[in-house]
């Protein structure tokens, strides 16, 4: 069934001190990420949300694009104004943010796949982009982009029904947009001012990565690294150890299982 936002009803669960507190919400957009970028430019205040029901141009990592049909799923875009020191822990905290939001709201449980997709099982429940725009040596602002497939029903996959999966079809019943959102950006807010605060933002992330101890394949421009998934270093970055024994530190890339 498809049912309308409330952004209302959002508002009443956000607990928030920030984060979402300003939400801009559209029912179609080309993509929220160029509306947020928008908003940054013109001086909005963190936390700062451009949420919208459907996306007509939706954009993944890697230049894919990203499924965005109306009245099903999550499809928001922040501006956030980190000091460069935290930047690279956007990376880490918003899968976090968005394994704890869906379980908090949904009892759902999900991982996280180096770097930062959400998967139930090996299926895609959720996925995040990261546009940073530098000022000098300094961030002038990040636009994390997050799509959160909700409601939406196998049918509905369409191209991407062989790596997809929504909260809907691992729960056999709709959830509420407007917890999970809430849920999320709650996580999100406690998680980014930790990172402040200096805490070790990448403990629990790394807890929730199903990626160690895995025989991954890992592919990056034009290069491809293939090795058992060792470990993941503080700044997100993954420590592959190759099958000639050597090491190396992979910072961003797109992996494939191997077993
Ligand atoms: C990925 O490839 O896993 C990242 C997907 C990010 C999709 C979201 S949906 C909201 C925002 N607007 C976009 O155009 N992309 C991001």
């Known amino acids: 069934m498809r049912r309308e936002f409330s952004v ?7 607990s928030t001190r920030y984060i979402g507190q300003r939400l801009l919400y559209h029912s ?34 890697l230049g894919r694009r990203w499924v965005s049909p109306a009245g099903a799923n999550l499809y928001f875009s922040m501006v956030l104004r980190p000091d460069a020191k935290n930047l690279r822990s956007l990376v880490m905290i918003w899968p976090l943010a968005i394994a704890l939001g869906v379980e908090e709201a949904t009892g759902l449980r999900a991982c996280v796949k180096w770097p930062n997709d959400v998967l139930v099982g090996s299926r895609k429940l ?11 040596p300094g961030v002038a602002y990040a636009i994390p982009g997050i799509g959160i497939n909700v409601n939406l029903d196998a049918s509905r996959l369409g191209e991407i029904s062989d790596t997809a999966t929504s909260i809907s079809i691992e729960l056999g ?16 807010e406690a998680l980014y001012e930790a990172g402040r605060r200096g805490e070790p933002v990448h403990l ?9 101890g895995r025989h991954i394949r890992v592919t990056f421009g034009d290069r491809v690294e293939e090795g058992l998934a060792e470990d993941a270093e503080p700044d997100g970055a993954l420590v592959l150890l190759r099958p000639d024994g050597s090491r190396v530190r992979i910072e961003a890339g797109d992996v494939t299982l191997r077993e």
């Open 8 to 14: 209302d009803g959002f508002q009443a669960r956000l």
């Open 28 to 61: 179609s957009l080309p993509s929220t990420q160029d509306a947020a970028r928008q908003e940054a430019e013109s001086g909005a205040p963190e936390g700062t949300t451009v949420l919208a029901d459907q996306q007509t141009a939706g954009r993944g990592r």
């Open 126 to 136: 959720a996925g995040v982009l990261i546009e940073s725009t530098f000022s000098g």
């Open 173 to 188: 019943r709709e959830a509420s947009r407007e917890e999970v959102l809430a849920a999320v950006l709650g996580r999100f």
């Open 204 to 212: 629990d992330w790394k807890a929730r990565l199903d990626t160690i």
